[in-house]
């Protein structure tokens, strides 16, 4: 449990806000009828502008908020949150430290009424299961107040300042957060509750918080979580999604569906980006459809509906409800952004390169986010459209302002930029041209997951990557960096095929770029990214003893290529999914002990000095329906 904030922020100058946290007066609530006047009816307020604000009227639900925030903590939060989300979509600096000063306020508001512990004390030293009662609700509210505030105020000063000394202290915040939410349970946990409304409002911030924190730290790669976890972290996958589903049970508590938003983002967004693409969609549809029942033109439950749509394959519909996310509200523009991404890449997935450059170019002119991605994008996607003297007079244009374009967030380059600018200055030197920029991007946003889901949109692009493959073997002198390109379209054909259902094929594609990977001179990513994709298709297949060994190759025989923190999450999320299949049927690691003990002959790869034949996708024959790739999860 949290100590007094005087100890924890004494030598915090910046701070010093909370220090005096004893010498401030809390107002009184306005004078009027319609106002708040206590503690339920604060709750029954705030409940009612988080309402407003998931019906697109974020005006009104901030200016509801607005006159009682310097009493009320629920209101202090609620304010603090809404210019919060608004600081993180617009990346302005101004808005960011005015989302600062008022959740520096609402944590003032919400300490002043928190209750008081000795100068060494907390609860969990000094309350006892009697003494939890003891506690007035206003006193138990505060506490999960106060963990909420730290949390945003953590998170405002990672992206405020890119100086060492804001990320430790934003450290020691979450620090902070995360052990008065674990107080918060033990209080769930022995309180004795007298009204079932106010228990349900309790819990679901409890289930929230608890929730996110273990399903944050859960994701985080091998290394970062051992040290977590020595100052005092701990993560643990499916108590997080159990918690959160608990919490998204209580809909209409205050942050029931605020529950339900955290796992939907889960399932939908986050295991796609950082994991496998393994998020349960079917949970995700179902814990949306009361969603946008009470809230039919919610901004946000339209752009979920629209990402479990295009998840499944469904990309015309995705189209549909994205556009219709876009159109639901005009007053924060910034929301539109994320629709305009996922327009962009359906449209991509479609072979529509035009409509993905155009969502590209709004990108690149309204969005403060990477400037430098968007641009990229662009040129890549142009691209892929038959060239003429003009457009590439406007590639060059467009990859020469990339390098340009790059920033910092964080005081920390942004990965995906880092490998945009590497991309653009090697199409530079190259005198004009990249080997499947397009599709080596939709591959770094895991996108053939769900190209995967339709054979349709799967075999053009298959067809592209042979094509390329045949140009490449019968031109070799025309490529500066031959080996580099050749392994990627080996890659990007090795994904493609896994979606296809031949393994095998899949299989020796990867391997021979392992069988290359000291040749290669420029893209020393393919490797590593190659040996983790023969680790997933290895645990498609539940040969266990190769996944391991490919993972452990993956994450020790590699270091200092692009994108590399995103592969060591892919690393963890595989090792994840290794465990929980291992735990739930412990009898596929013995059966794959005792295969390994007589190992089949080695696999032969066809030579990289002979071609290969341009081949049809269809030159296999058809698959048989039961082999077809799940594109959900991957798994055959």
């Known amino acids: 449990m949290a100590t007094s904030t005087k100890q924890t922020d004494d030598s915090d100058h910046e701070e010093a806000f909370e220090d005096a946290v004893d010498q401030l007066q809390i107002s009184r609530p306005p ?80 300490n002043k009424q928190r209750r008081k512990v000795g100068l060494f004390g907390s609860f969990s030293r000094e309350a006892s299961k009697n003494s939890y009662n003891e506690l007035t609700n206003e006193e138990i509210h505060a506490e999960l107040c106060y963990a909420e505030c730290l949390l945003i105020r953590a998170l405002l000063t990672f992206i405020q300042d890119e100086n060492l000394i804001s990320f430790v202290k934003g450290g020691l915040k979450i620090r902070e957060c995360y052990k008065v939410y674990k107080d918060c349970a033990k209080i769930l946990a022995n309180r004795r509750w007298e009204s079932e409304s106010q228990k349900h409002h309790f819990e679901s911030g409890v289930k929230m918080g608890v929730g996110s924190f273990n399903l944050m730290i859960s994701l985080l790669p091998g290394k970062v979580l051992k040290l977590l976890e020595f100052v005092g972290f701990s993560g643990n996958k499916q108590l997080g999604l159990s918690e959160l589903e608990h919490g998204s049970d209580l809909f209409t508590s205050l942050r029931g569906p605020l529950c339900s938003i955290i796992l939907i983002a889960y399932h939908t967004v986050v295991s796609y980006v950082l994991g496998l693409a393994d998020g349960d969609i079917d949970m995700a549809d179902r814990l949306l459809q009361p ?7 919610g901004a946000l439950f339209l752009f979920y509906a629209g990402r479990v749509a295009e ?39 479609k072979g529509d390169w035009l409509m993905g450059m155009k969502y590209a170019e709004i990108l690149c002119r309204e969005s403060r986010w990477s400037k430098a991605t968007y641009t990229y994008q662009k040129a890549t996607f142009l691209m892929m459209c038959e060239q003429t003297e003009d457009s590439q007079t406007h590639l060059e244009y467009l ?17 995906i930029e880092k490998f945009a600018v590497s991309k653009a200055k090697r199409f530079l030197d190259q005198k004009g041209y990249l080997t499947l920029p ?29 094509t390329t493959i045949n140009k490449i073997l019968t031109n070799k002198d025309d490529y500066s960096h031959y ?27 990867f391997l021979e770029i392992l069988q290359n990977e000291k040749r290669i001179k420029v893209d020393t990513y393919i490797p ?66 005792d295969e390994n003990e007589c190992p089949s002959p080695p696999r032969e790869v066809t030579p990289m000095s002979s071609p290969v034949k341009e081949v049809s996708p269809l030159d296999d024959g058809p698959i048989p329906e039961s082999t077809v790739v799940n594109g959900a999860t991957g798994i055959a």
């Open 31 to 110: 004078d009027d009828a319609l106002s708040p006047t206590d503690f339920n009816s604060c709750i029954l307020d705030c409940h009612a502008a988080l309402k407003m604000f998931l019906n697109n009227q974020f005006s009104l639900a901030k200016n509801r908020m607005e006159p009682h925030i310097d009493w009320s903590m629920y209101h202090a939060l609620g304010y603090g949150t809404i210019l919060y989300i608004q600081a993180v979509m617009t990346f302005d600096m101004n808005d960011i430290e005015t989302a600062i000063q008022a959740i520096k306020k609402s944590l003032i508001v919400c």
């Open 291 to 297: 969603c946008l029942q009470t809230y039919p033109k």
């Open 311 to 349: 998840i499944r394959g469904q990309i015309d519909e995705a189209v549909e409800k994205f556009e219709e996310s876009i159109a639901s509200q005009q007053e924060w523009r910034q929301f539109h952004h994320l629709c305009y991404w996922e327009l962009m890449w359906c449209h991509c997935f």
């Open 399 to 415: 990859m020469g302002e990339v390098p340009r374009l790059k920033q910092r967030i964080a005081g920390k380059s942004i990965p």
């Open 438 to 466: 397009a599709l080596e991007l939709i591959y770094t946003w895991n996108g053939f997951n769900i190209i995967g889901t339709r054979q349709d949109l799967l075999q053009p692009i298959l067809l592209i990557i042979e």
């Open 483 to 509: 080996i580099d390109e050749y392994c990627l379209a080996l890659l990007l054909k090795g994904v493609c095929q896994k979606f296809r259902g031949q393994f095998l094929q899949a299989e020796q594609c």
């Open 528 to 593: 590593p990214y190659a040996t983790l994709e023969l680790a997933i298709l290895c645990l498609d297949q539940r040969r266990i003893p190769e996944v391991k060994k490919h993972l452990e190759a993956a994450k020790k025989n590699y270091k200092g290529y692009l994108l590399e923190s995103r592969l060591h999450f892919r690393i963890h999320a595989t090792r994840l999914s290794l465990s929980q299949m291992v735990e739930e049927d412990p009898v596929s690691e013995s059966l794959s002990k």
